[in-house]
């Protein structure tokens, strides 16, 4: 019983509203409650993920796949190259010309050199008589290009095949 | 070790058990406060299937956040003050108006009046009692009804469920003067309106 703070005349009506009686809701409400605890229904718990930052991800049963680390080497190479990236555009963007004249000269100044070099470095991937056929500029030189780029990206794409069943067989 | 039965143990030792994700001691929470709780709700809104749906707002948005709970508050405490928060949401939502205890304001035939009007218990009373007591009960809820949200809710607590002026201010998140202020208000109203039915 709550303590009497009011007036003689308002207490049938508080003898009243003590009387009113509890009212209920409809059968299964326990049930309709219980089934949205996430504590007691994990899969409701997982069911806003969307909103979640950082998901797991499984993958048929197996552990879930943690987040790869960033190194800081990593970070630092990215950082790097992303300012000589911008160094280089700002310089071009602004100092086209002097860049220009600088490759000319030194492309004027050691052109024999760089031919030299490429063809020593090519006759020793490729062979001489490769080179010679090459630079020979005929029908199968242009086929033999062609034959080149299939290569490198058929075998690029070979190791790409390769190293994504490796990982498969390792998970 | 859970007990075999909870019934007599304190809310707080139930909450503690829920808080282990134990699925009897979250049943009895429910089982303990879904009526006082719809009640509150029902009287407030004065719709079945509205008061349903806020009601299991409420336990759902509570027992969700059992870890949170403080023990040095009363668990019906803190479990009516987040009722009272949801229907005064909705409510100001809403902005539904007082109305009469013949049903719900969507009611509009005989047969939805008839299912959304409040059905008072009977106490056991000879007919004409019963029949009295169902008179009179009916009209502190038509009285209620014509109350202002706050008002009623701050009655209900005092009157109905027991609570002190410093727990109904915790309740329903006003200061002590309003809260009394509303009680005193609302027991003057009360008063008019069954002045005025007799």
Known sequence: MIEHDFDEDFTPIAAELQRLPYLSPSRGFADRVISRIDKLNPSVALAPVAGKRHLELEQGGQAPIRRRKVGIVRVAGTAALGVALVTVGAFMFMGIDILTAILAAGASQYALVIAAMSAEA?????GSET???LQAGALEAVLLYLTLAVGLLGGYAGIRTAASIARRKAA | MPPKSYTDISDQQVVVFAQEGREDAYRELIRRYERPVYSLIYRMVRDNETSEDLAQETFIKVLNNIDRYRPEFKFSSWLFKIANNITIDHLRRR???????EGAPSAVTGESMRATAIAVASGGESPLEELESRELGASIEEAIAKLRPEYRACIILRHVEDYSYDE????VKLPLGTVKTYIHRARQELREH?????
Do not use: F
């Not at chain 1, 090519?122 to 490729?126: D, F, K, M, S, T």
């Not at chain 2, 902005?95 to 205890?101: A, E, R, W």
């Open chain 1, 122 to 126: 090519g006759a020793l991937v490729l």
């Open chain 1, 131 to 133: 080179i010679g056929y």
């Open chain 2, 95 to 101: 902005q539904l108006d007082t109305i009469s205890i």
């Open chain 2, 168 to 171: 109904i201010a915790e309740i």
């Open chain 2, 194 to 198: 069954l002045e005025d039915l007799k």
